[in-house]
C-alpha cells in the first residue's frame, strides 16, 4: 500500500486501537468512511490526509495533550529541584506548586499513567 493511502490495519495502529475498534468506529461515524476500496482485494482504505484531518479532530486530542503537557512539569520540576541540589519535593508539595492533585503528580512519578503510551502511539502515528 503506498503511503498515501492506509489499509484498516494501519489507521487502527496509528490510532492505537485494534482493527476491530477502528472498524466498528467507521460503522458508527466515529471515524470517516474509506476513500475507496482496493481493486484486488476490495479492502478499504483511507487517504493519510483523511486519517491526519480525523486524528487531528478526534475527541480526546485535547485531552491527550494536557495529560502529556502535565507529565512535563512535573518532569521539569523535579529537574529543577535536582539542579538546584534540593531533592524533589513531595507529591503533595509538588501538586500545590503545580495547580494539580497530588494523585496526578503520584501517577505521572510513578509512571502508572498513559503518557509513555501516548507518545510511541503518536511517534508511530508521526512516522510514515
Ligand atoms: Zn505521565
Redo the contacts with the bound molecule.
Sequence with gaps: MSAERMSTAQCAHAAGIRQGTWSAYVARGHAPKPDGRLRDTGAPYWLRSTYERWRANRPGAEHADA?LAT?DRIEAADKVDLDDGYRPASNVALARRLGISAATVTR?RKGV?R?AQLRARRAGAGAR
Design positions: 495529560t507529565h505521572h499513567c503518557c
